[in-house]
Nanobody, 124 residues
């Protein structure tokens, strides 16, 4: 079964940048939807970005629009999340999700397979 694995989380300062990677094993290269979510302690998991591979069509939450960009290396089944101008409220565990059910692309209920997450901490 396909399995996503996230990389790249670490501590950064406010205003800094970070790139997260999600490598999916067991997937044939092709057109499908992948997404990034995040969850802070005590809060619900929220959608951050969702992208259709190959086409590059991407959706973003209002909280990150203009600061985060999803990109891909489709040949290597890798999705990236380029994060700029980071804020303390961006601190969370970031998850990659695949196998979209077809509903709201930024809803965690619409994805079947999840990675283990990678921690991002933004401090002043």
């Amino acid at each position: 079964e396909p399995r996503p694995v996230e990389f790249g989380g670490r501590s950064v300062q406010v205003g800094g940048s970070l790139i997260l990677s999600c490598v999916v094993s067991g997937y044939k290269s092709g057109r499908y939807r992948m997404a990034w979510f995040r969850q802070a302690p005590g809060k619900e998991r929220e959608g951050v970005a969702s992208m259709y591979t190959i086409t590059g069509d991407a959706l973003y939450s209002d909280a990150v629009k203009g600061r985060f960009t999803a990109t891909e290396d489709n040949a290597n089944n890798t999705l990236f999340l380029n994060m700029n101008n980071l804020k303390p409220e961006d601190s969370a565990t970031y998850f990659c999700a695949i196998r979209w059910r077809g509903g709201d692309p930024l809803s965690p209920r619409e994805y079947v397979i999840w990675g283990q997450g990678t921690q991002v901490t933004v401090s002043s």
